[in-house]
């Protein structure tokens, strides 16, 4: 009786070890399915209107002007950063980032500059940051002309319409991380406020894992026939600008000229605005392999400057038209970028894309640190990462894909370890990953592995290609 009796509980206890090495079930979040029901076009329709009614937010407008002005626009989504907060009973830390903006290129005379941004913190991961902005001045056909009137109402009230949306829905829930809603002005004039927020948070080490920017995601309605019109851009940049000779040196002994840190961003958006398709009605992600448009730049840029992984959204389709253009009509055609020409339900459908996502990794856990991969030669690959410090962290998945693939096809639960061999599968011939895993089932980023320099053996270094 007595060994049948220490069978069973070796049996219980062998089953519960078992249970907990095995990889969690990743079921979509219903917390998730109800904030995408909650995001509400009206709310969005609303909210670009009120920005459009104060004629202009150019950067250079009059600050003082309840009615008019960039000054009525940056007290308008502060109070309404206030108003958000109140309805949560005081979760949201909402404040006004002044500085002055010295003499520059679209700057004739220095200027104070208010980014307005509203932070949810993270409640057992507070340091891991995630930031999600738009940019609220506006501009008519010249940049410095302060006195026309500049709607704005897709570039970029929808932005600012998605970041305030966002703050509304989202505070109402708890996150494991911190979410930062913020909107910006002096885009137009030089990504001048999120360059002064991205370069104080670098200096501030502050642990932003990914930033989203959404500039012109109002899909415009003169492209409603478009065969692009059920999904959103999604750029992002492969090798980063900012690499170092070095850096460009051990990246080539591994590839991954697609695998940098904002294309790993790009894909993890892909791959939860699928998991949610249902819900979304089929509207999707679309991967960009680009930093930006031609010739064009967003607010996402200060930050991948600062080495931090950071996207831009963008509607399908553009109708330059109704972007950076005095309000007018000739010829027959009109010019100028009013709220007729925005979608409120596409705006709405890009926001819970942006939801989806940014909902998915503030509960989920960090990423994985210093993973590598073994360089010696061999039929298996080893990879070897650090042990997380997120409190419910059930283990890791290590991840592959075709070297011409462009989303992760294949996984393998590796499990609470910090080392892991996929056998029989070679790094020659495929690209690999690791990504942590919550016991809800939540995942992190995809981490792309450095080569271990352990049993490397040496090669020649190319020499740096001149710049153009």
């Known amino acids: 009786m007595k060994n049948r009796s220490l069978a069973m509980v070796s049996l219980i206890c062998l089953s519960a070890l078992a249970a907990y090495d095995q990889e969690p079930k990743s079921a979509p979040d219903p917390e998730i399915r109800r904030m995408i029901k909650d995001i509400s076009p009206k709310n969005i329709e609303a909210t670009i209107r009120k920005l459009v009614s104060f004629g202009t937010r150019n950067t250079l407008s009059e600050q003082d002007n309840p009615t008019r002005g960039i000054g009525a626009a940056r007290d308008w989504i502060y109070a309404q950063y206030q ?12 404040q006004k980032q002044a ?21 949810l913190k993270g409640t057992t991961d507070p340091d891991r940051v995630y930031v999600i902005s738009g940019h609220y001045d506006s501009m008519c056909t010249s940049p410095t002309d302060a006195k026309c009137d500049a709607p704005g109402a897709n570039d970029d009230a929808s932005g600012t319409a998605v970041s305030l949306e966002l703050a509304r829905v989202m505070s109402k829930r708890k996150f494991d991380a911190t979410i930062v809603f913020m909107s910006v002005p002096g885009e137009e004039q030089g990504l001048l406020g999120a360059t002064h927020y991205a370069n104080e948070a670098a200096k501030a080490k502050v642990n932003i894992e990914a930033m989203f920017t959404n500039d012109i995601v109002g899909g415009v309605t003169s492209q409603k026939n478009s065969p692009n019109r059920n999904r959103v851009r999604v750029f ?4 980063p600008s900012n690499e170092t000779a070095a850096e460009a040196a051990a990246r080539r002994s591994v590839g991954g000229e697609n ?24 509207f999707n992600a679309w991967m960009i392999y680009r930093r930006d448009r031609y010739g064009r730049g967003g607010d996402h840029e200060p930050f991948l400057t600062n080495g931090y992984a950071a996207v831009r959204f ?3 389709d553009e109708d330059f038209t109704h972007q950076h253009q005095n309000v007018r009509t000739e010829n027959g055609i009109f010019y100028g970028d009013t709220p007729e020409y925005v979608d409120f339900d596409y705006v709405a459908n890009v926001c819970r894309i942006n939801m989806v996502a940014l909902a998915s990794l503030a509960s989920g ?34 991840v592959w894909r075709d070297t011409t693939a462009p989303e992760w096809t294949n996984s393998q639960w590796a499990g609470n370890v910090t080392t892991y061999t996929v056998k029989g599968i070679s ?26 320099a352990a049993n490397q053996r040496p090669t020649t270094t190319p020499a740096a290609t001149p710049a153009p």
Do not use: H
């Not at 992002?236 to 090798?239: C, K």
């Not at 030669?377 to 998945?397: I, R």
């Open 83 to 94: 108003q958000y907060s109140r309805e949560c009973g005081g979760c949201l830390d909402v």
């Open 99 to 119: 500085f002055v903006q010295p003499k520059a290129n679209r700057i004739p005379e220095p200027v104070t500059l208010t980014n307005v941004y509203a932070v």
């Open 236 to 239: 992002s940049e492969g090798v």
């Open 259 to 282: 695998d940098g840190l904002s294309r790993q961003l790009a894909r993890y958006i892909k791959e939860q605005s699928d998991r949610y398709r249902k819900e979304m009605k089929g």
């Open 314 to 316: 963008s509607e399908a």
């Open 365 to 398: 856990p960090a990423k994985p640190k210093n993973v590598t991969v073994n360089a010696r030669q061999s039929n298996d690959t080893e990879l070897k990462w650090e042990l997380g410090k997120d409190v419910d962290l059930a283990g890791y998945e290590v």
């Open 427 to 452: 790094k020659d011939n495929y690209f690999f990953g690791v990504r942590a895993v919550d016991k809800n089932g939540n995942k992190s980023q995809v981490v792309y592995p450095k080569s271990a």
